[in-house]
């Protein structure tokens, strides 16, 4: 039961440059959306979200893009440093109610100097 | 900043056993989740507990699995016969009320390593 899917296992950038992580849902349920950061033998730190009324939401470095009608969302970052190395999970919410996370499989992201 | 805390951060333990995991939400926050992570697969929704209740469960969160909140911080998860497959990472997380938009984001502690012997 794919809901959430990260289709790219891993991704190298360089630093400076921009890093794209994708992502693609099949549930149009889904509301909220959010991208977590994780490194190994920790828990999943958040990142940032947006709901299903935008389709852009920036903070600082990260932009997250929204295609409803693709069912498709991206994580930018910019510009890509060596401390962004670690693995990006998204996230899918149904909202209202007991708002589970739904996590696709994520993607590995290194930042080579 | 606020976060969330698990203990331990590690446990082994034999198969059949009973093992409690232990979680502190972050206190004003009062949506509760656990969640786990089997090695090399994505990270799966167990339970949600909202007022004092499970508000939702999946399949893998069967009868040998319960939710409590005994007392206003601490959040736990007993396994009450440990089987080999329920070794994995287990991360607690959660959220702020659910309105109004913006409230959606779940906070997740450090995780506990749980193996099963």
């Known amino acids: 039961d794919q809901q959430v899917k990260q289709n790219s296992p891993s991704l190298s950038v360089q630093e400076g440059r921009i890093s794209i992580l994708n992502c693609d849902y099949t549930?149009?349920?889904?509301?909220?959306f959010l991208w977590y950061k994780k490194y190994p033998a920790e828990g999943p730190t958040f990142l940032i979200s947006?709901?299903?009324?935008?389709d852009k939401n920036e903070d600082g470095r990260f932009t997250v893009f929204l295609n409803k009608s693709a069912k498709h969302l991206s994580l930018h970052i910019v510009p890509s440093q060596p401390g962004d190395s670690a693995v990006y999970f998204c996230?899918?919410?149904?909202?209202?109610?007991?708002?589970?996370?739904?996590f696709g499989t994520g993607t590995q992201l290194k930042v080579e100097l | 900043e606020p976060e969330v805390t698990q203990t331990p951060s590690h446990q082994v333990t034999q198969m059949g056993q009973e093992v409690i995991l232990r979680c502190v939400p972050i206190?004003?926050?009062?949506?509760f989740y656990w969640y786990r992570q089997i090695l090399g697969q994505k990270v799966e929704f167990l339970v949600s507990?909202?007022?004092?209740?499970?508000?939702?469960k999946s399949e893998i969160f069967d009868d040998q699995f319960s939710v409590e909140r005994p007392d206003g911080s601490n959040f736990t998860l007993k396994i009450r016969s440990t089987k080999l497959e329920d070794s994995a990472m287990y991360f607690c997380?959660?959220?702020?009320?659910?309105?109004?938009?913006?409230?959606?984001?779940?906070?997740f502690g450090p995780g506990t390593r749980l193996l099963v012997l």
């Open positions: 947006i709901s299903s009324i935008k």
């Open positions: 997380a959660s959220k702020t009320s659910g309105r109004p938009w913006g409230q959606e984001t779940q906070y």
């Open positions: 549930n149009s349920m889904f509301d909220y």
């Open positions: 507990f909202y007022n004092n209740e499970i508000s939702e």
């Open positions: 996230a899918a919410i149904v909202t209202g109610g007991g708002n589970k996370l739904t």
């Open positions: 206190s004003n926050h009062l949506y």
